[in-house]
């Protein structure tokens, strides 16, 4: 652990929160529009760029980084979320300044709400990096609060009644969903303080597990389930989903990106720590079935809810269920194969989803709706976001060349490996389903007769380049996975089921194959 | 090696030189499409070919070579032996002429549909070549199911062409069905990978009888989806609302033979197979063929008729497959034949039938009469196509339906049940071959109906295609036998 | 009379303190009614921490009393002078006799998943643990039976009231930073939430959560 990264990692919390308190301060009678561009655009880039380099450097290196004391914790499992964080952050906060032009451009924002947006957006960030760098279980569940409080304004930007009827049921239901988090954690920690040596270290996640103390099972139990209902609803899983589509479908359409790009999967990354501690102190077959009851319940509920949508954006949040669904699944299935796959889907979905968010924002820009039966015609009047539309509901249906394809095969793999057939043969079926989910909407939009009056013409470069990165990202994590992501996936694998070395490699059929 | 180049390169180059050419058709302009798919597709031919005859130049019966690996797990690879050779270059020759025809077919002179070409076409269609050829050379079973989606998405965007809503539909219900049966894959991979840590087809010898039945019965759900067999054949009807020469790519070496090709390849390569397989296989087929046989009489519309009757061609080569299992390797050298030959037949009997609805602007029978005397060459072409899908000697069918009938009597020599099997797919033979002639009888000779007088001239593009597999209808079983045998 | 008994009486209190706020008509009544509960809550803690000898539950106990004794009940008291909702009691989605069989369920399913807890500090206060987990879930029960908004946010703070006091007994030596944290939050949450219905009000002229049904599917 070298001062060096320590420092970047107080920065790369810093760096968002000072932009957004500069945000704040800035008064936005005087100032013009670029003040505030200029200044989103430097803080995203600064995360990004940290980001990123903090990911490989833990990822190659193999060591951990602790920042104020033992507060903040960076490991190979955090590095997984803060690159998802910062390279998505950073194409969404892109796109969002084309995006907030346009709003700009016909009234439906002021200039104070365009403040607001910014000012949001960076504290979005900050929270969210505070929840995936926390190794203190209780900062972990602030900062998941935190990224609620910070988002709802977000959700409710446009003022008018649907987008605070989302935030209003995005507001009640997460903090009610968290609180159940909050008592998990606390039932966590107490039990910790009186099964621990040290009482004072019961607090940290890096003493808790792999600590060996006796923890109460029943105790244990209950924290768990809470913290999997709690965390949940924030991740979009059954039974407390249903604020999601609501919420996702009425933010302006870059926060719809990062909200179902990446917060949810800071959630998930909260459940993944309790996970480890519940299959640490219970044994695998308790927390594995939760997570398969759960997973298999949003899987099959979310895909069906997404053949009836007749708004694009509600499809998208919907599929968000859906794909969290398979992460819990993947948990559920368990062992290497299973927490890899979850790990890959958790990262190939985050681009693909804000993707798609991005591309529904080009759709608004062009149609001012987003009703399937009312935009026709993409590939007549706006040809290069049409064959984004559809390389991106492609993806999103599971297939080859693009990345979403590798880890449903590796989840698929793990559940014949853990032996549940059954749920994979129903999780096969349910798949189906996306899939004609996601080329009816195709068919719908893109490939239908543009109405006469239709204005033809594109979105404007600045827009769609964040959009081709994306795409090229997803092809390129489809075709040939960066080693360094292979690593790091292997080692947050690793950390997940407190193994040493190679988990994916030394899985136990493969090593009978090759060892002899 | 080859010109100092390894066949691997050139296989690899049949698979990648098509996607990237489907990307450029994306980014060029309207007017290139269809160069840039035909010199695609021309290219990918040259590279199977170069394939073919760099392989027949090598000793070793089977040549491997991994492309992608994590760890020590092979992902992706290559294989190549006479069943991929030949087949690769079948399915991408046909693809070939297929895009010939079909610079032909979509213009606005077309009767039945008159509509100026689209991009979209020219991408999927091309997509689609590289995808069968890939499929074909796949050395694992990720790769295998890789290509099977990636044909079932070029599919469902090729069939819904049109854009009316029961090409929708139809669209959306072969996506549908055949994406049911890539589960199969999915578990055969899952299955493999738990019992062997391997991916490669390979690896099938190694399981034991209990996880090898199971994982083939998986491999044969899938097959079955893939090629219309029952229960999943109803996609294959409703696909006809797709421009003909994407019907005749479906029907003649693409959808439906994916799923046989992925099933051959898994039998030559799993070592000694359980006759449960066989079994079940056989039964399956001999359900399917009398079920589509009982389909096809009473079908008016051309395209109609020879869905059914692929469903019923494709029953004879799981046939041969599963007498392939009950021990006569004839039987396999017979299927294997039967995809090569019926891939030539019955593109060109779709063609015909594009042909047909071109310049007359009706596919419905009853309406065609005299054909031979205003388009002998189409007159031609629906005789040679009909007679070598019933199995008439000397066009290409006879041969490879001889070869599974006398390798299936091997097998079912002694077994009542078997040779009761084989007895019904011979009855169904001759009469379909009946049905056929009495067809052939209406529409060729005699004056020129209404409909056909009227008869608009053929684009020269589509009358070459026509010539080329007539030719191939003769020769395409000797090509066959010459390499298999 | 040990200290542990009056703790584990006081927190029968909270049970009765928070039926009587999902009964009360009026949201106005039901700030004063929460104020009250929270005054209990602040005698549980002190009690908590003179039995015990955890120090820390005293501080703990001001900390308790400035946020939710004082903050929390003056915002809403503050927020609904400035909205004045017209019809300010809106029938409950659940009738009173059934809100109290449902909580009398929850009361006793809580204990008996308490008596299954072996933890050694929680040996003494195993009523009192019950009663605190009960309290989270009368206060889930409160946000569902509810239709008025105002209601609804009390129902949260019953939720956290019932964690907190669940913290104070499982884990009495909390180090100060984690009480403060999640006193902060808590409003911080009821802030943001009073900010929301403000709004909500304005723009859609109503408090009554089964208006806000525009969203479906």
């Not at chain 1, 890959?344 to 529904?360: R, S």
């Not at chain 1, 109405?451 to 959009?467: C, I, N, W, Y």
């Not at chain 1, 489809?478 to 190679?502: C, D, R, S, Y």
């Not at chain 3, 909390?174 to 006193?183: D, S």
Request: hydrophobic residues 60%.
């Amino acid at each position: 652990m070298t001062l060096e990264s320590t420092l970047l990692v107080i920065a790369l919390m810093a760096t968002p929160f000072a932009a957004a308190l500069l945000t704040a301060v800035l008064p936005s009678k005087i100032l013009p529009h670029w003040a505030y561009e200029v200044l989103h655009a430097f803080s995203l880039t600064i995360v990004c760029v940290s980001a990123l380099y903090l990911a490989i450097t833990v990822v190659l290196n193999g060591e951990n980084v602790q920042a104020l004391g033992s507060w903040f914790y960076l490991d190979a499992l955090g590095a997984v979320f803060i690159f998802l964080i910062g390279a998505v952050g950073l194409l969404a906060g892109w796109y969002s300044l084309p995006y907030l032009r346009h709003k700009v451009g016909n009234d439906t924002l002021s200039n104070r709400q365009v403040k607001h947006y910014y000012f949001f957006f960076n504290l979005f960030i900050f929270t969210m990096l505070v929840a995936v760098l926390s190794n203190n279980i209780i900062m972990m569940w602030v900062a998941i609060e935190a990224t609620t409080l910070a988002t709802v304004f977000l959700v409710a930007l446009y003022n008018n009644r649907f987008s605070l009827e989302a935030a209003w049921k995005y507001l009640i239901i997460c903090t009610v969903g968290v609180a159940f988090g909050l008592y998990g954690t606390l039932l966590v920690y107490a039990n910790g303080a009186s099964a621990l040596a040290d009482s004072s270290q019961a607090i940290f996640w890096t003493s808790l597990v792999g600590s060996g103390a006796p923890f109460d099972p029943l105790l244990m139990q209950i924290a768990f389930v809470f913290a999997v209902v709690g965390f949940g609803t924030k991740a979009g899983l059954f039974p407390l989903h249903t604020w999601l589509p609501d919420a996702h479908s009425e933010a302006p359409s870059p926060v719809s990106a990062l909200l179902s790009g990446v917060l949810l999967k800071c959630a998930v990354l909260i459940i993944m720590r309790f996970y480890t501690l519940a299959v640490e102190t219970l044994g695998s077959g308790f927390p594995q079935m939760i997570m398969l009851i759960i997973g298999i319940v949003s899987v099959i509920i979310a895909a069906f809810a997404m053949l009836m949508q007749d708004d694009v954006k509600r499809l998208l949040a919907y599929s968000s269920c859906e794909n969290i669904g398979i992460v819990a699944l993947c948990l559920g299935f368990g062992g290497p194969l299973g927490i890899a796959a979850a790990l890959l889907h958790c990262v190939f979905h985050g681009f693909i989803k804000a993707l798609l968010f991005c591309l529904t924002g080009n759709l608004d820009m062009k149609y001012g709706t987003r009703e399937l039966s009312k935009i026709k015609g993409v590939l007549q009047v706006a040809p290069a976001t049409a064959v984004l539309l559809v390389i991106g509901f492609v993806s999103l249906a599971g297939f080859p060349p693009f990345a979403l394809f590798v880890s449903e095969v590796l989840a698929i793999i793990a559940a014949v490996v853990s032996g549940n057939i059954i749920v994979v043969v129903i999780f096969g079926l349910v798949l189906t389903v996306v899939i004609a989910a996601c080329f009816r909407a195709i068919s719908k939009m893109v490939l239908s007769k543009a109405p006469e009056d239709a204005a033809k013409g594109e979105v404007g470069v600045f827009a769609l380049v964040p959009q081709i990165l994306l795409v090229v990202v997803i092809l390129w994590f489809g075709v040939a996975m960066p080693q360094q992501l292979f690593k790091g996936i292997e080692a947050a694998t690793a950390i997940v089921l407190q193994e040493e070395g190679n988990v994916l490699l030394e899985a136990p059929v493969i090593k009978d194959l090759f060892d002899e | 090696m080859l010109f100092g180049f390894d066949i691997a390169g050139f296989a690899i180059a049949s698979v990648v030189v098509p996607f990237v050419a489907a990307i450029l058709i994306i980014v060029c302009k309207q007017a290139a499409a269809k160069w840039l798919s035909l010199g695609a597709g021309s290219l990918s031919f040259f590279a199977t070919a170069l394939v073919w005859i760099g392989f027949a130049g090598i000793e070793a019966e089977r040549v491997h070579s991994g492309l992608i690996s994590l760890g020590k797990v092979e992902v992706l690879g290559l294989v190549f032996d006479q069943i991929s050779v030949m087949l690769a270059s079948c399915f991408v020759v046909i693809g070939l002429i297929i895009t010939v025809y079909s610079i032909g077919y979509l213009s606005s002179k077309n009767r039945e549909h008159a509509d100026a070409p689209r991009r979209s076409f020219y991408v999927f269609f091309t997509l689609f070549i590289g995808a069968m050829a890939g499929l074909v050379y796949s050395s694992t079973l990720v790769g295998q199911l890789v290509f099977f989606e990636i044909t079932g998405a070029c599919s469902w965007a090729l069939i819904r062409y049109y854009g009316t809503k029961t090409a929708n539909r139809a669209a959306l219900k072969a996506l549908i069905l055949t994406h049911v049966g890539t589960l199969g894959l999915f578990l055969a991979i899952g299955i493999l990978f738990f019992q062997t840590g391997s991916l490669g087809i390979g690896a099938i010898a190694l399981l034991d009888d209990h996880w090898k039945t199971v994982l083939l019965l998986c491999v044969l759900f899938a097959a079955w989806a893939k090629s219309a067999q029952l229960p999943f054949y109803m996609w294959l009807p409703s696909a006809m609302e797709a421009p003909t020469p994407v019907s005749a790519y479906l029907h003649g070496a693409s959808m439906v033979k994916a799923g046989v090709a992925v099933f051959a390849r898994v039998l030559t390569e799993a070592g000694a197979i359980p006759e449960i397989i066989g079994w079940v296989a056989a039964i399956a087929a001999v359900i399917t063929l009398l079920f589509s046989f009982f389909m096809y009489l009473p079908q008016r519309d051309l395209k109609r008729l020879l869905a059914f009757s692929t469903i019923s061609q494709l029953s004879y080569i799981f046939l041969g497959f599963a007498f392939f299992i009950l021990g006569s390797s004839l039987a396999f050298e017979g299927a294997l034949m039967h995809i090569f030959n019926h891939a030539f037949a019955k593109t060109l009997f779709f063609l015909v039938a594009g042909a047909l609805s071109f310049t007359l602007g009706t596919r419905l029978l009853p309406h065609i009469k005299g054909v031979l005397k205003k388009q002998p060459l189409l007159g031609v072409g629906f005789a040679v196509g009909a007679l070598a899908i019933a199995g008439v000697p000397p066009l290409n069918g006879f041969f490879s339906k001889f070869a599974i009938f006398s390798g299936s009597f091997q097998a079912a020599a002694g077994d009542f049940l078997l040779m009761t099997i084989v007895v019904v797919a011979l009855v169904e033979t001759v009469v379909c071959f009946a049905w056929f002639v009495k067809w052939i009888g209406s529409v060729l000779p005699g004056e020129p109906s209404e409909v056909v007088a009227s008869a608009t001239p053929l684009p020269k593009s589509m009358s070459f295609t026509l010539v080329l597999l007539i030719i191939m209808v003769f020769v395409s079983s000797f090509i066959a036998a010459a390499w298999l045998g | 009379m040990s200290g542990y008994i009056i703790v584990n009486i006081l927190s029968t209190l909270l049970i009765l303190t928070s039926l009587v706020l999902i009964l009360a008509k009026s949201p106005r009544k039901a700030a004063y009614i929460y104020g009250t509960q929270a005054l209990v809550l602040v005698a549980i803690l002190i009690t908590l921490g003179s039995a015990s000898g955890a120090h820390g539950l005293y501080t703990w106990s001001i900390t308790a009393f400035i946020t939710k004794v004082i903050l929390v009940p003056a915002i809403l008291l503050f927020a609904l002078k400035k909205m004045k909702p017209q019809q300010e009691d809106m029938p409950p989605r659940l009738a009173p006799t059934v809100t109290v069989a449902l909580t009398v369920v929850i009361v006793v399913l809580c204990v008996l998943v308490v008596s299954g807890i072996t933890l050694p500090t929680a040996l003494e206060v195993k009523p009192a643990l019950a009663v605190s987990l009960a309290l989270f879930f009368i206060g889930i029960t409160c946000i569902i039976s509810q239709r008025s908004i105002i209601k609804q946010i009390f129902g949260f703070c019953l939720m956290e009231n019932g964690s907190h006091v669940s913290l104070a007994l499982l884990a009495p030596e909390a180090p100060m930073l984690v009480e403060i944290g999640i006193a902060t939050d808590a409003v911080l949450v009821v802030i943001v939430m009073v900010i929301m219905a403000t709004r909500m009000y304005r723009t859609i002229g109503t408090l009554d959560a089964n208006e806000i049904t525009k969203l479906r599917g």
